[in-house]
């Protein structure tokens, strides 16, 4: 019976991940493709064409992010986007979600190339025990002036996800650096 239930749960190792993987991609895909209707019914592609193209939304997803790149790389579309922020922490809630998804795209996608760069020993969830995290910078806004501390920005992975993780604010004097 141990043998029976050892294969099982090596059968479903390989499986689920393979799986979920398949699930979250296919969601994503049908997601973007719902960007079509954003265009007018007959300039759809499915329209024009006669029939359905699976993915196609992406295509036009990744376009609309490249377009508002464009926009938003020059001093006019800056402004637009200074202006749009500005609204947006006006609003209560709006303003605390949109502030941290702010900060995480900000610290994943950083062009000064120093996103996850140092490798750090930290001690979390609490004193004694040793955790693996990454600097993802140095804390320079309303937290260090509160704190008054030198304080670095620290991402801790969790496991098996190490996507998804906690972000964490240690004063500098408490960590580790690794090679």
Same mark, same amino acid.
């Given at each position: ?7 099982? &749960? ?14 979250? &991609?296919? &969601? ?15 300039? #759809? ?18 376009? /609309? ?6 926009? $938003?790389?020059?001093?006019?579309? #800056?402004? !637009? ?6 609204? !947006? +922490?006006? /609003?209560?809630?709006?303003?605390? &979600?949109?502030? $941290?998804?702010?900060?995480?795209? =900000? *610290? @994943? ?17 609490? #004193? ?11 804390? /320079?806004? =309303? $937290?260090? +002036?509160? *704190?008054? +501390? ?5 991402? @801790?992975? *969790?496991?098996?996800?190490? *996507? ?7 004063? #500098?004097?408490? @960590?580790? =650096?690794?090679?």
């Amino acid at each position: 019976m141990s043998l029976l239930r050892r294969y099982l &749960v090596a059968g479903l190792l390989v499986w689920m991940p393979l799986g979920v993987t398949l699930l979250v &991609v296919r &969601v994503l895909v049908n997601w973007m493709d719902n960007s079509l209707l954003l265009i007018p019914e007959a300039y #759809r592609p499915e329209t024009l064409l006669g029939f359905h193209i699976p993915g196609i939304g992406v295509v036009l997803s990744l376009l /609309i992010v490249f377009i508002t790149g464009v926009l $938003a790389a020059n001093l006019f579309g #800056r402004s !637009l986007v200074s202006l749009w922020e500005h609204i !947006l +922490a006006r /609003i209560p809630l709006v303003r605390s &979600v949109y502030s $941290a998804a702010k900060q995480l795209a =900000e *610290t @994943v996608f950083s062009e000064k190339g120093k996103s996850f760069r140092k490798v750090l020993l930290i001690e979390f969830p609490r #004193r004694g025990l040793w955790t693996i995290a990454f600097q993802t910078g140095a804390d /320079i806004g =309303e $937290a260090q +002036a509160k *704190t008054g +501390a030198d304080v670095i920005n620290v991402y @801790v992975p *969790t496991t098996p996800n190490p *996507t998804g993780g906690y972000f964490v604010m240690v004063p #500098r004097s408490e @960590v580790i =650096e690794l090679d």
